[in-house]
């Protein structure tokens, strides 16, 4: 089954300025993770987790749609995913400044009968992604009765989106970018300020 994942936030910025930081691989970096990205239909880039925050695996992308400055689109395909998904950024002129929406599309919720073969023994044999729940599959309700020995388990990609449904991309969106563009404000500001003291000069 396949979910999405819809959530959009308000900037008092500009929507150029909201496009330099998600098409600026440093500035990328800065609130999401490492990457290589380029604005460009077709380039393939990769974003970087951080190990220390227990998610290793590198997220393999490939831009699919580019207009500047009103929306982006590219497949996001982590390490135990079974298919690419798309992140697709959508950036709305408003009064005072950017709606920002995101939509993460074709997320599965799907799980996994405990007597089929899994993905487990693959990513304890990587000892990888998801550090931080020790790579496992999560168990969930079984749909036959416990007697039978029957279980099921959540499959990564479902691991995926409960962490994007549990709020994975609050802390990105809410925080770290709204830091990255003050950054970027007060940067410009300071900036204007020092050619007008030149110009004086």
């Known amino acids: 089954m396949l979910r999405d994942v ?5 900037y008092p910025y500009p929507p150029e300025r909201l496009w330099q930081v998600l098409t600026n691989h440093r500035a990328l970096a800065a609130w999401l993770m490492d990457n290589d990205f380029e604005p460009r239909v077709g380039h393939k880039f990769r974003f970087q987790p951080d190990p220390q925050k227990g998610w290793e695996e590198a997220i393999h ?6 207009n500047e400055p009103r929306s982006l ?11 690419p998904t798309i992140v ?20 599965e919720s799907e799980v996994t009968p405990f007597s089929q073969p899994m993905r487990l023994a693959q ?29 099921q388990f959540e499959s990564f ?13 609050h802390s990105p969106l ?19 300020a020092s050619n007008v003291q030149t110009g004086r000069l």
């Open 6 to 10: 819809k959530t959009e936030v308000f």
């Open 157 to 169: 990609d479902s691991i995926t989106l409960n962490f994007y449904l549990s709020g994975g991309w």
């Open 174 to 192: 809410n925080r770290k970018l709204q830091t990255v563009l003050g950054d970027i404000a007060q940067q410009s500001h300071l900036a204007a």
């Open 123 to 151: 990513a304890r044999q990587d000892n990888s992604m998801f550090k931080a729940i020790e790579t496992q599959l999560l168990p969930v309700s079984p749909r036959m009765p416990s007697a039978l020995g029957y279980k």
């Open 61 to 66: 992308c490939e831009v699919i749609e580019l």
């Open 73 to 83: 689109s590219y497949t996001w395909r982590g390490g135990f995913m079974g298919k």
């Open 88 to 107: 697709t950024w959508t950036l709305l002129p408003v009064d005072g400044g950017t709606q920002l929406q995101l939509e993460h599309k074709g997320l």
